[in-house]
Nanobody, 122 residues
């Protein structure tokens, strides 16, 4: 199994910045088969949505609402993915979840972190 532990959430004023981190631990065999890591978010009353993702090769994908403001990066040696969030807006307020996808032989195995609250408010 793989465990994902997030950190870095909190309360920030509009226009401010936060950096989220997500560290993967557990089975080294499974961690080495992770091909994509990403961040999702869920605000009250809404569905969970993809914020950004990054492949093991470094290819990134962003939701249109965060392009130019958020940057996802990955340290493969530390099995950690980061989300640098700049120019935060109140509508960025949500619980942010880390996700990792393990590419198995015949199926994929998704893993989720416990979530970290991000609140953007003055």
């Amino acid at each position: 199994q793989v465990q994902l532990v997030e950190s870095g959430g909190g309360l920030v004023q509009p226009g401010g910045s936060l950096r989220l981190s997500c560290a993967a631990s557990g089975s080294i065999f499974r961690i080495n088969r992770i091909n994509v890591m990403g961040w999702y978010r869920q605000a009250p009353g809404t569905q969970r949505e993809l914020v950004a993702s990054i492949t093991s090769g470094g290819n990134t994908n962003y939701a249109s609402s965060v392009k130019g403001r958020f940057t996802i990066s990955r340290d493969n040696a530390k099995n950690t993915v980061y989300l640098q969030m700049n120019s935060l807006k109140p509508e960025d307020t949500a619980v942010y979840y880390c996700n990792a996808n393990e590419r198995g032989t015949s199926r994929d195995y998704p893993y989720w972190g416990q979530g970290t609250q991000v609140t953007v408010s003055s």
